[in-house]
């Protein structure tokens, strides 16, 4: 059974540890996330992209997936199913279809104009049962055609937009979407520290761009608030690993290695491993 991401955010955020939000692609990639996530117990967000809802024939395709596939598999974790980077109409189509969670990213709208659109929306999520997360100050990089210079969040229009009743509060410091570049200068955790002063102890913060963050910085982020942590381009990272790496071996061309429940299989795995890897970074194992 799915549920929003309050609860499990909120017991993060108190227990010290962040719950991992894995973005998925399609059919292998959400069953190898379920998987790893019920093997070490761990509660976990399944993000999907309004590019990724499309690709994979709508949102409501993918609703009847997840709920399919969690049913199937027998999973007993928690497991919600977050739009990430949503629109306005992209989180009301989400809400609609049947998520149990979504974000709305209004951080590219002048302060007002995102506060007035995310009260909106916290009013609808939250009268649906559904959990809700905003954004303030752009992530770097670009996702799903949305493209950010990395700005570092105003604590004070944090606050502004924490004080709607938001579930959890992505906020950017200094991350980037995708591979960092080699002249990255880290995460800001002075400006991590000064959000968490001007929104209060209570409220879950989000990183973005989790992918590449060296282990050290995760660790220091969860200690200062961070709740939830979200990972996509290291699994679209190891999955393509694996899958040259089979084909250049030529595994394809040997008995019926072409047949795509082998083809995929090597991603499968990697996937679920990479997963795991970030469970014990997070510290969320054992805590569904």
């Given at each position: 059974m799915l549920v929003n991401a309050k609860e499990m955010l909120d017991k993060a955020l108190e227990g010290h540890y962040a719950v991992p939000h894995f973005n998925i692609?399609?059919?292998?990639?959400?069953?190898?996330?379920?998987?790893?996530?019920e093997e070490v117990k761990s509660?976990?967000?399944l993000g999907v992209s309004e590019g990724a809802g499309k690709y994979m024939c709508g949102f409501e395709t993918v609703t009847a997936m997840v709920k399919a596939m969690d049913k199937s598999l027998g999973i007993t974790?928690?497991?919600a199913l977050h739009l990430d980077h949503g629109s306005y109409d992209g989180c009301l189509a989400c809400?609609?279809?049947?998520?149990?969670?979504?974000?709305?990213?209004?951080?590219?709208?002048?302060?007002e104009e995102n506060v007035e659109k995310t009260k909106e929306l916290v009013a609808t999520a939250h009268k649906?049962?559904?959990?809700?997360?905003?954004e303030v100050g752009a992530i770097g990089g670009e996702e799903d055609g949305v493209v950010g210079m990395g700005e570092c969040a105003d604590p004070q229009e944090c606050k502004k937009i924490a004080d709607l009743g938001v579930d959890f509060l992505a906020a950017g410091i200094g991350n980037i979407h995708g591979i960092y570049p080699e002249n990255w200068q880290g995460l800001s955790f002075e400006t991590l520290a000064a959000i968490k002063a001007a929104i209060g102890e209570n409220l879950p913060l989000v990183l973005h761009g989790g992918s590449g963050i060296p282990d050290d910085q995760i660790k220091k982020a969860i200690s200062l608030g961070v709740s939830k942590i979200n990972v996509n381009t290291e699994l679209q990272l190891v999955f393509a690993k694996a899958t040259r790496e089979y084909i250049e071996a030529g595994s394809d061309k040997k008995g019926k290695g072409y047949d795509p429940r082998k083809l995929l299989k090597p991603g499968f795995d990697a996937i679920i491993e990479e997963c795991k890897a970030k469970i014990a970074l997070f510290g969320c194992a054992n805590k569904a």
């Open positions: 692609n399609n059919l292998e990639w959400t069953k190898a996330v379920l998987l790893a996530c509660p976990v967000i974790v928690p497991v809400i609609k279809a049947g998520f149990t969670s979504i974000m709305f990213d209004g951080s590219h709208f002048g302060i649906a049962g559904m959990s809700i997360e905003a």
